[in-house]
């Protein structure tokens, strides 16, 4: 039986401090695709993955997501990990006197349940398994979660844990920003091993080289809070060459952000 | 107008304490000593917090607590401090004196003395009087004088030249039956010596009102390296005053780890005074205020010593209504050159009721020094509590993540793993209450 995921966003509005940075924006993404969010600085690409994610200081303020028909936004943020979505995020928190280890165990025995904890040993088998997949050093697990971690160490960690968590949703915010091309491209690696039609993927990105690594089904570009335009991946080779000045006159946009000061 | 303070001790028991217990002549006019002094003296003048209106005088009377063999025979409470039997080197202290003592016989071959320091007196009474009350002054306030005339059972560890003991002394002192508890640890070590030493301040039976006073002084000579740690877990209705005094000498090493679980009033004051050259300590303390408990916590090094160094590390989760005023001194006194020392206060507010003030206090007297702090006062960062959540933890065990990850640092220095898996029993018994 396949169990591939059905993830729709329809009509979200969402504000910050009141002011509206979302206007409507709709999305349908299954299992085994992967969806590209581009578009330049200041549209509201990192705020649709917080909005999605349950982040307290955005507020919907119209429409639905929905994922297998279930309400996402009903649900508080471990609710939707639970659910199957998982965000890795631009800027990972630091968080002392927790390791990094315990924190990953303490995520995992979230999803199994009390009584169904993973063993140890099991547990340290996985975790090890993956970090030398993303060629991390094994003493990672041992400092506290993303304390002192370079940019770079930081996305790797949010790799491992997506890796770990095994969810069926998963949203990448700006996760190529501040890697070199070698750590680029172990990070793709992670998310290409991890595709599968159980899985589906919405890469957000400023640039279209980590479309490079990972090929994408469908392009969208986001300006002023909303998706203007869908394409395939030529449609990423095109911004990459051109820009997005033809989106823009195209559409007749003059100011593509969602407005001063974001 | 003079006032004449009403002590809490009478005199006469204290004399006849001292007789019963064939006490050196100089000891039983330090006590009545002790008690003048603290007729004349003032109490403490502590940072914000007024110690006047707290219960001062429960010091109770003298009681002698039956001898102890057995895990067995300690209260519930103490059983758990232990496996099935007790460590090698142990002292422990019910009532007003010591149930049982027992150094390990490696330690003693190597020529070790640890003993409960009334025996000590006896035994080894030049030694004891060299350092008695020389590292905490009698005279410094009503509170040290009063210890100083009542002290009772305690600890006395001696550790020779160049001599290394890897395993610890342990040491639990149960206050109970309103017996007077006023335990006075001496801790020499001599040049090139190391010794770890871990105690635990608990009630047992029949604790009411109560007022423990302890005193705690190490001498570490050149070279040497001393390690204390010490949990304090003591419930509302008891007083609770510890003075830590360590005296460091050239290229010694003096580490505190002191876990503050009491649930009531308490005063803490741990300090090292670095008076030698190349001289360090570390001083680390947590504590979680419950209740309407009221603490003054204060970590002082004073550098006297050339390229003398400190660290000192408080965390504070205060819940309720508990008020915990934090201090961190340090003093850097004139021809310290080269001194270097840090300290940082911080303190996690988990109600809006409750207070945390964190003061450091910086006092230098040298030019070529270095000196840092740094302090805050928060809550529960809300953008850690969504990280942690956006991984399918609840909200409820993100918090704790959170707030156990913040007095982590400190747990996981305690020298003993069974102590250390304790103190976390006991952090999240105070917390989850």
Redesign the interface.
């Known amino acids: 039986m396949s169990n591939a995921p059905v993830f729709s966003i329809n009509g979200l509005k969402a504000t910050i401090e009141g002011k509206e940075i979302l206007k409507g924006l709709s999305l349908e993404m299954k299992g085994g695709e992967i969806h590209a969010i581009m578009g330049p600085n200041g549209t509201g690409k990192s705020t649709l993955a917080s909005t999605l ?4 200081k955005y507020e919907v303020t119209e429409g639905t997501v929905t994922l297998d028909g279930a309400d996402v936004l009903e649900m ?3 609710e ?3 659910a199957g979505l ?2 890795a ?1 631009q800027y ?2 630091e ?4 390791t990094n280890a ?2 990953l165990r ?2 995992i025995n ?2 199994r349940g009390e009584g169904n904890e993973i063993s140890l040993i099991k547990f340290i088998r996985q975790m090890e398994g993956k970090m030398k997949e993303l060629e991390m050093n094994t003493e990672f697990a041992h400092r ?1 979660l993303n304390e002192g971690f370079s940019g770079g160490e930081k996305k790797r960690n949010e790799i491992l ?1 997506m890796m770990l ?1 095994d969810p069926r949703i998963v949203i990448l915010d700006e996760i190529d920003s501040g890697l070199d091309i070698d750590a680029l491209r172990i990070v793709a690696n992670g998310v290409n091993a991890m595709r599968s039609p159980d899985r589906g993927f919405l890469i957000i990105t400023h640039y279209q080289r980590l479309l490079n690594y990972i090929t994408p089904d469908y392009v969208h570009v986001m300006m002023q809070g909303r998706i203007v335009k869908s394409g395939g991946p030529e449609l990423a080779e095109r911004l990459e060459n051109e820009g997005y000045d033809w989106v823009k006159e195209e559409l007749g946009i003059v100011d593509e952000t969602v407005g001063q000061g974001v | 107008m003079s006032t004449q303070t009403v002590l809490p001790v009478d005199r006469g028991a204290v004399a006849e304490l001292s007789r019963t217990k064939q006490e050196p002549e100089w000891m039983a006019e330090l006590r009545i000593k002790g008690l003048e002094l603290a007729e004349a003296l003032e109490l403490p003048k502590l940072e914000k917090t007024r110690i006047d209106r707290w219960n001062l005088d429960s010091y109770g009377s003298y009681r002698t607590a039956a001898e102890v063999t057995h895990v067995g025979d300690l209260p519930q409470e103490a059983q758990s401090l232990f496996g099935e039997s007790f460590a090698n080197s142990l002292i422990i202290q019910r009532e007003s004196g010591v149930v049982y003592s027992k150094a390990s016989d490696e330690a003693t071959a190597q020529g070790v003395i640890f003993m409960d320091l009334e025996q000590a007196l006896q035994k080894h009474p030049e030694l004891v009087q060299k350092y008695f009350m020389q590292a905490v002054e009698q005279g410094e306030n009503r509170i040290t004088a009063l210890h100083s005339a009542v002290w009772n059972g305690g600890v006395f560890l001696y550790v020779p030249k160049n001599v290394q003991v890897e395993q610890p002394f342990q040491a639990l002192f149960i206050t109970e039956n309103g017996a007077v508890t006023a335990p006075h640890v001496l801790i020499v070590a001599e040049a090139n010596s190391s010794v770890t030493y871990v105690e635990n301040v608990i009630a047992g039976n029949g604790t009411e009102q109560q007022v423990v006073n302890g005193i705690t002084e190490v001498f570490a000579k050149s070279g040497a390296k001393v390690q204390v740690a010490s949990i304090h877990n003591l419930p509302v209705a008891v007083t609770d005053f510890s003075y830590r005094r360590a005296v460091v000498d050239n290229d010694a090493s003096v580490e505190f780890t002191i876990g503050e679980m009491n649930s009531g009033n308490a005063v803490s004051d741990t300090t090292a005074l670095l008076k030698g050259n190349g001289s360090h300590s570390d001083t680390k303390v947590i504590c979680v205020g419950t209740g309407e408990q009221k603490l003054n916590l204060t970590t002082r090094a004073v550098h006297f010593g050339k390229a003398s160094t400190s660290e000192m590390i408080t965390r504070a989760v205060m819940r309720d209504e508990a008020t915990a005023i934090i201090n961190g001194v340090t003093k850097i006194e004139k021809g310290a050159t080269g001194a270097n020392g840090e300290q940082t206060e911080k303190v996690l507010m988990l109600s809006p009721k409750a207070r945390g003030d964190a003061n450091p206090i910086l006092l230098i007297d040298e030019d070529d020094v270095k000196a840092g702090h740094a302090a805050s006062v928060g809550q529960v960062n809300p953008e850690q509590v969504y990280y942690l959540m956006s991984r399918g933890i609840s909200k409820e065990t993100a918090q704790k993540l959170i707030i156990y990850g913040f007095l982590a640092p400190v747990v996981s220095e305690i020298p003993i793993s069974k102590l250390e898996d304790q103190l976390q029993e006991l952090v999240e018994r105070k917390l989850g209450q």
């Open positions: 994610m349950g982040h307290p508080s943020v471990d939707r990990a639970l998982f965000l995020m990972p928190s968080i002392t006197g927790v315990d924190f303490s995520a979230a999803r506290y844990q968590l």
